[in-house]
């Protein structure tokens, strides 16, 4: 267990910037933490750092968004940012389609309240919890 404290949005968003640097392709990241936590923040960072340029915004309505990386020296060509936040059942995140992308070796997937969908995630998804207080976030990764 790693854990770190963050005490502004831009702190979080360098974190998962530089975490992005140790990411393979393929990875499923499940961000678990309330409302404000500073998840899609993450994942903004997450985004920057693998090269997607366009502007990520939350998925909180559309549930999914595919972000394209237009980077050469990369094999990681797709973020997959998925919101569960308004999911009941894996059987939703089936219906929109975004299952076939866990796991492409060519694709990072990060899902923000992955409790909701638990069942159609893989034993690998790499779980972040997120707690907050009241200027800070501790962010506790599994290893
Ligand atoms: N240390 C911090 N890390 C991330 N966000 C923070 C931090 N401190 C305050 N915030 C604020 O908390 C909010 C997090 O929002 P957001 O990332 O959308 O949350 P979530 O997606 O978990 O619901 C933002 O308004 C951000 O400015
Ligand atoms: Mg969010």
């Not at 974190?15 to 990875?27: I, M, P, S, T, V």
């Not at 076939?100 to 997937?109: G, S, V």
């Not at 690998?124 to 207080?133: G, L, M, N, P, R």
Request: net charge positive; aromatic share 8%.
């Amino acid at each position: 267990m790693n854990k770190i404290i963050t005490n502004s949005e831009q702190e979080t968003f360098n974190w998962a910037k530089n975490f992005a640097r140790c990411l393979k392709g393929g990875e499923i990241i499940g961000l678990v933490g309330d409302l404000g936590a500073g998840k899609t923040v993450f994942a903004k960072g997450l985004a920057d750092g693998l090269g997607v340029k366009n502007t990520v915004t939350s998925p909180t309505f559309v549930i999914m968004k595919i972000y394209n990386i237009k980077n050469q020296k990369s094999k990681i060509k797709n973020l997959v940012h998925v919101d569960a936040y308004r999911l009941k059942s894996e059987k939703d995140i089936i219906a929109i389609g975004a299952d076939e992308y866990f796991e492409r070796k060519d694709t990072i997937t990060i899902i923000e309240w992955p409790e909701n969908i638990k069942k159609c995630l893989p034993k690998k998804t790499i779980y972040i919890k997120f707690k907050i207080q009241k200027n800070t976030r501790t962010i506790i990764t599994q290893n």
